[in-house]
Protein backbone atom coordinates (compact mmCIF):
# COMPACT_ATOMS: atom_id res chain seq x y z
CA UNK A 1 0.00 0.00 0.00
CA UNK A 2 2.87 2.24 1.07
CA UNK A 3 4.66 1.43 -2.37
CA UNK A 4 1.21 2.16 -4.26
CA UNK A 5 0.98 5.47 -2.51
CA UNK A 6 4.45 6.20 -2.94
CA UNK A 7 3.71 6.18 -6.97
CA UNK A 8 0.73 7.95 -6.91
CA UNK A 9 2.42 10.96 -5.48
CA UNK A 10 5.50 10.70 -7.66
CA UNK A 11 3.25 10.84 -10.76
CA UNK A 12 1.16 13.92 -9.75
CA UNK A 13 4.16 15.61 -8.88
CA UNK A 14 5.44 14.80 -12.39
CA UNK A 15 2.08 15.82 -14.01
CA UNK A 16 1.65 19.56 -11.79
CA UNK A 17 5.64 20.19 -13.16
CA UNK A 18 4.51 19.04 -16.74
CA UNK A 19 1.68 21.84 -16.15
CA UNK A 20 3.45 24.64 -14.86
CA UNK A 21 6.17 24.23 -17.69
CA UNK A 22 3.78 24.63 -20.29
CA UNK A 23 2.64 28.17 -18.98
CA UNK A 24 5.88 28.94 -17.94
CA UNK A 25 6.83 28.76 -21.60
CA UNK A 26 5.88 30.96 -24.21
CA UNK A 27 4.11 29.31 -27.02
CA UNK A 28 4.85 29.16 -31.07
CA UNK A 29 1.01 29.48 -32.02
CA UNK A 30 -1.31 32.38 -32.81
CA UNK A 31 -3.11 33.83 -29.57
CA UNK A 32 -6.64 32.47 -29.38
CA UNK A 33 -9.86 34.10 -27.46
CA UNK A 34 -12.73 32.36 -27.47
CA UNK A 35 -15.47 32.43 -29.62
CA UNK A 36 -17.84 34.94 -28.38
CA UNK A 37 -14.71 37.46 -28.70
CA UNK A 38 -14.06 37.14 -32.09
CA UNK A 39 -12.02 39.15 -33.66
CA UNK A 40 -13.92 42.64 -35.11
CA UNK A 41 -14.44 42.22 -38.90
CA UNK A 42 -12.60 45.03 -41.23
CA UNK A 43 -15.68 45.85 -42.64
CA UNK A 44 -17.12 47.22 -39.37
CA UNK A 45 -17.44 50.87 -39.45
CA UNK A 46 -18.27 51.28 -35.58
CA UNK A 47 -15.26 51.50 -32.91
CA UNK A 48 -14.72 48.96 -30.49
CA UNK A 49 -16.56 49.07 -26.52
CA UNK A 50 -12.91 50.08 -25.39
CA UNK A 51 -11.98 52.91 -28.00
CA UNK A 52 -10.64 55.24 -25.21
CA UNK A 53 -8.24 53.00 -23.13
CA UNK A 54 -5.40 54.92 -22.84
CA UNK A 55 -2.02 53.04 -23.00
CA UNK A 56 0.57 55.85 -23.21
CA UNK A 57 0.82 59.53 -23.76
CA UNK A 58 3.01 61.18 -26.40
CA UNK A 59 4.23 65.14 -25.40
CA UNK A 60 1.19 65.13 -23.51
CA UNK A 61 -1.56 63.40 -26.06
CA UNK A 62 -3.31 60.13 -25.84
CA UNK A 63 -2.36 57.07 -27.13
CA UNK A 64 -5.00 54.95 -27.13
CA UNK A 65 -4.97 51.05 -27.49
CA UNK A 66 -5.48 50.39 -31.09
CA UNK A 67 -6.80 46.64 -30.94
CA UNK A 68 -9.71 45.23 -29.11
CA UNK A 69 -8.84 44.39 -25.11
CA UNK A 70 -10.37 40.71 -25.46
CA UNK A 71 -7.78 40.80 -28.40
CA UNK A 72 -4.50 42.12 -26.46
CA UNK A 73 -1.99 39.54 -24.68
CA UNK A 74 0.94 42.09 -23.67
CA UNK A 75 1.58 46.03 -24.04
CA UNK A 76 5.53 46.40 -23.88
CA UNK A 77 7.94 49.20 -24.44
CA UNK A 78 11.17 49.13 -25.60
CA UNK A 79 14.21 51.18 -27.22
CA UNK A 80 14.90 50.81 -31.10
CA UNK A 81 17.56 51.29 -33.06
CA UNK A 82 16.62 55.48 -33.78
CA UNK A 83 18.52 58.39 -31.84
CA UNK A 84 15.51 60.76 -33.88
CA UNK A 85 12.53 58.77 -31.75
CA UNK A 86 10.18 60.68 -29.25
CA UNK A 87 10.00 58.75 -26.16
CA UNK A 88 6.09 57.33 -25.12
CA UNK A 89 5.10 58.13 -21.61
CA UNK A 90 3.39 54.93 -20.08
CA UNK A 91 0.42 55.01 -18.72
CA UNK A 92 -0.57 52.16 -15.41
CA UNK A 93 1.30 49.90 -13.42
CA UNK A 94 4.35 47.91 -14.56
CA UNK A 95 4.68 44.69 -14.03
CA UNK A 96 7.57 42.55 -14.11
CA UNK A 97 8.76 39.51 -16.41
CA UNK A 98 10.53 36.50 -14.40
CA UNK A 99 8.15 34.75 -12.90
CA UNK A 100 5.23 32.55 -13.82
CA UNK A 101 2.32 34.72 -11.94
CA UNK A 102 3.96 38.16 -13.63
CA UNK A 103 3.68 36.14 -17.33
CA UNK A 104 0.26 34.84 -16.82
CA UNK A 105 -1.23 38.07 -15.35
CA UNK A 106 -3.51 39.86 -17.47
CA UNK A 107 -2.40 42.97 -18.99
CA UNK A 108 -5.36 45.07 -17.38
CA UNK A 109 -5.65 45.29 -13.25
CA UNK A 110 -8.95 44.05 -11.50
CA UNK A 111 -10.09 47.77 -11.54
CA UNK A 112 -9.71 48.09 -15.49
CA UNK A 113 -6.26 49.98 -15.38
CA UNK A 114 -3.48 49.13 -17.71
CA UNK A 115 -0.43 47.09 -16.61
CA UNK A 116 2.73 46.84 -18.96
CA UNK A 117 6.21 45.43 -19.63
CA UNK A 118 9.41 47.25 -20.24
CA UNK A 119 11.98 45.15 -22.39
CA UNK A 120 15.17 45.46 -23.59
CA UNK A 121 15.65 46.39 -27.33
CA UNK A 122 17.97 47.51 -30.71
CA UNK A 123 19.58 51.29 -29.67
CA UNK A 124 20.29 50.61 -26.00
CA UNK A 125 21.67 54.53 -25.26
CA UNK A 126 20.35 55.65 -29.00
CA UNK A 127 16.81 56.82 -28.13
CA UNK A 128 14.53 56.64 -24.92
CA UNK A 129 14.05 53.41 -23.15
CA UNK A 130 10.06 53.95 -23.68
CA UNK A 131 10.62 54.91 -27.61
CA UNK A 132 8.95 51.68 -28.91
CA UNK A 133 5.42 50.81 -28.24
CA UNK A 134 4.19 47.17 -29.08
CA UNK A 135 0.67 45.64 -28.51
CA UNK A 136 0.32 42.02 -28.99
CA UNK A 137 -2.52 40.92 -30.37
CA UNK A 138 -4.30 38.33 -32.60
CA UNK A 139 -3.39 37.89 -36.71
CA UNK A 140 -6.13 39.47 -38.44
CA UNK A 141 -7.76 41.80 -35.65
CA UNK A 142 -8.75 45.37 -36.78
CA UNK A 143 -6.07 48.39 -35.82
CA UNK A 144 -7.89 51.14 -35.25
CA UNK A 145 -6.48 54.72 -35.19
CA UNK A 146 -4.66 55.46 -31.96
CA UNK A 147 -4.52 59.07 -32.15
CA UNK A 148 -6.69 61.45 -34.14
CA UNK A 149 -4.62 62.64 -36.84
CA UNK A 150 -4.01 62.28 -41.23
CA UNK A 151 -2.16 59.70 -42.84
CA UNK A 152 1.06 61.03 -44.52
CA UNK A 153 2.32 57.24 -45.79
CA UNK A 154 1.25 53.91 -46.60
CA UNK A 155 4.38 52.11 -47.61
CA UNK A 156 5.03 48.17 -48.22
CA UNK A 157 8.47 47.16 -47.42
CA UNK A 158 10.40 43.97 -46.85
CA UNK A 159 10.58 43.12 -42.83
CA UNK A 160 14.69 42.05 -42.07
CA UNK A 161 14.75 42.44 -46.22
CA UNK A 162 12.42 39.06 -46.05
CA UNK A 163 8.94 39.21 -45.35
CA UNK A 164 6.17 41.46 -46.35
CA UNK A 165 4.98 44.37 -43.92
CA UNK A 166 2.92 47.35 -44.10
CA UNK A 167 4.18 50.90 -42.23
CA UNK A 168 1.37 53.66 -41.76
CA UNK A 169 2.71 56.83 -41.12
CA UNK A 170 0.25 59.33 -39.02
CA UNK A 171 0.58 63.07 -38.28
CA UNK A 172 -1.07 64.19 -34.76
CA UNK A 173 -3.62 66.40 -35.30
CA UNK A 174 -2.60 67.93 -31.94
CA UNK A 175 0.95 68.20 -33.01
CA UNK A 176 1.49 67.96 -36.66
CA UNK A 177 5.54 68.32 -35.93
CA UNK A 178 4.88 64.51 -34.25
CA UNK A 179 4.35 62.03 -36.45
CA UNK A 180 3.58 58.45 -35.32
CA UNK A 181 4.78 55.08 -37.56
CA UNK A 182 2.57 51.94 -37.22
CA UNK A 183 4.20 49.29 -38.53
CA UNK A 184 3.52 45.07 -38.95
CA UNK A 185 -0.06 45.25 -39.96
CA UNK A 186 -1.54 43.62 -43.38
CA UNK A 187 -4.61 44.95 -45.20
CA UNK A 188 -4.31 48.36 -45.43
CA UNK A 189 -7.91 50.41 -45.32
CA UNK A 190 -6.69 54.13 -45.74
CA UNK A 191 -4.77 56.42 -47.88
CA UNK A 192 -2.99 59.05 -47.75
CA UNK A 193 -4.44 62.34 -47.12
CA UNK A 194 -7.24 60.34 -44.96
CA UNK A 195 -8.31 62.29 -41.95
CA UNK A 196 -8.21 59.26 -39.07
CA UNK A 197 -10.46 59.70 -35.90
CA UNK A 198 -8.89 58.10 -32.67
CA UNK A 199 -10.62 54.89 -31.29
CA UNK A 200 -12.98 54.43 -34.40
CA UNK A 201 -10.80 54.92 -37.89
CA UNK A 202 -9.63 51.07 -39.47
CA UNK A 203 -5.74 51.28 -40.42
CA UNK A 204 -6.25 47.25 -41.16
CA UNK A 205 -5.27 44.61 -39.31
CA UNK A 206 -2.46 42.87 -37.42
CA UNK A 207 -0.70 40.45 -39.65
CA UNK A 208 0.55 37.39 -38.86
CA UNK A 209 4.56 37.23 -38.33
CA UNK A 210 6.19 34.02 -39.96
CA UNK A 211 7.61 30.99 -37.47
CA UNK A 212 11.25 31.56 -38.29
CA UNK A 213 11.05 35.13 -36.91
CA UNK A 214 11.34 35.67 -33.06
CA UNK A 215 9.62 38.37 -31.35
CA UNK A 216 11.35 39.79 -28.38
CA UNK A 217 7.49 40.24 -27.02
CA UNK A 218 6.47 36.16 -26.91
CA UNK A 219 8.39 36.19 -23.51
CA UNK A 220 5.34 37.84 -22.17
CA UNK A 221 2.54 36.23 -24.00
CA UNK A 222 1.59 32.44 -24.25
CA UNK A 223 1.72 32.71 -28.08
CA UNK A 224 4.13 33.69 -31.07
CA UNK A 225 4.07 37.14 -30.03
CA UNK A 226 2.14 38.88 -32.76
CA UNK A 227 1.33 42.72 -32.53
CA UNK A 228 1.25 45.69 -33.50
CA UNK A 229 4.54 48.12 -33.34
CA UNK A 230 4.65 52.23 -32.82
CA UNK A 231 7.42 54.74 -32.88
CA UNK A 232 7.15 58.39 -32.77
CA UNK A 233 9.48 61.16 -34.54
CA UNK A 234 9.77 64.75 -34.44
CA UNK A 235 9.74 66.28 -38.06
CA UNK A 236 9.12 69.37 -39.65
CA UNK A 237 5.29 69.50 -39.77
CA UNK A 238 5.68 70.54 -44.21
CA UNK A 239 7.75 67.28 -44.22
CA UNK A 240 5.83 65.12 -42.26
CA UNK A 241 4.93 62.92 -45.51
CA UNK A 242 8.19 63.07 -46.90
Same mark, same amino acid.
Given at each position: MRRRLAAIGIVLSVVVVAIVAAYSLPGSTPAQIPDSDAPVALDSGSSAANARTVVA !?? #??? #? %??? $?VRRASSTAIAFHPVDNPNTVGFAPVGDRLGGGDLGTRLADIFAGGGGVQYYLMDGQGGERSPSTAGLAV??? $???? %? !??PVDGRVTAVKSYK??? !???? %?EIDVQLAADPSLLLVITHMAKPRVHVGDELSAGTTILGAVRGFPTEVQQEIR???NDAGDHVQMTAVRVAPDLAGF
Open positions: !RL #DGE #D %VLL $PGSL $PGEA %V !RSLLG !RFDD %VQFT
